[in-house]
């Protein structure tokens, strides 16, 4: 009896033992991946980087655009001037004096009584005289788009129609204070700001030499007191006064 079993057993194939550790790692691996890519994220996350990959190459590739614009240190200290700076014509403008049929004079009764506070910034100025022309709007610099006039001893004076022509606005303005602008045609217009008194209405027909307001002030050049703020424009563009008075 003992030899049967014996020899049934000696018949026996030898079984391979399993290898519990590497199937149980297999396993829990397989089970980790599914769990992973069965998160919301993980698909979106590996797209992402992949499209990251792929830009940074074609950048590396193409290198940086030369047609992007640059900064140079002097851009960051001259700005538009807004409201009172709107239209104004920039160094590459080429604007041509008008003909018109007389000869513009000065918005005041007595230029050489009074004080030119701010002059026009005109490109063609000494770097000087262009420096004298920024004014300072918060913690910018813009160019000055006209000509302030002052009294010495800081006394109003009476602000005149720089030509004859058609009032095409009158209002208050927050930083600019009361404006009166003037039509003459061919695309001239005076502009008159920082004044109290306003002694016009829109769409009234005006002399050369009427009395049309009084200087005031202007929250924008608060610190010159009470002035004027004259400025002329051709065809919606800020032009030197210069180009069409004579001393």
Not at 32 to 56: C, H, Q, Y
Not at 90 to 119: C, F, N
Not at 169 to 179: A, D, T, W
């Amino acid at each position: 009896m003992n030899d049967q079993n014996h020899d049934k057993q000696k018949q026996r194939p030898e079984e391979t033992p399993k290898n519990s550790l590497g199937g149980a790692s297999a396993a829990k691996s397989s089970s980790g991946l599914k769990k992973l890519f069965a998160k919301r994220w993980v698909s979106p996350a590996i797209f992402m980087a992949a499209a990251a990959i792929i830009v940074t190459l074609m950048w590396i590739y193409q290198g940086s655009d030369p047609a992007k614009p640059t900064t140079g240190p002097d851009n960051s200290t001259e700005v538009a001037q807004g409201e009172q700076g709107e239209g104004q014509v920039t160094p590459e403008d080429d604007v041509d004096v008008v003909a018109i049929a007389e000869d513009m004079k000065w918005p005041v009764a007595s230029k050489q009584g009074l004080q030119v506070e701010t002059k026009f910034y005109d490109e063609k100025a000494s770097e000087t005289d262009k420096e004298a022309a920024l004014i300072q709007v918060g913690t910018t610099y813009s160019p000055h788009t006209g000509i302030d006039f002052a009294d010495p001893n800081g006394q109003p004076f009476d602000v005149l129609a720089a030509l004859d022509g058609k009032v095409t606005r009158v209002e208050p303005h927050p930083l600019n204070g009361n404006i009166i602008e003037i039509s003459h045609g061919n695309g001239l217009v005076t502009v008159y700001q920082s004044l109290t008194d306003v002694q016009v209405e829109e769409g009234d027909e005006v002399t050369q030499g009427a009395v049309i307001a009084q200087a005031g002030r202007s929250d924008l050049e608060r610190d010159l007191g009470i002035h004027l703020h004259f400025e002329t424009r051709l065809n919606g563009k800020t032009v030197n006064p210069t180009e069409y008075i004579s001393e």
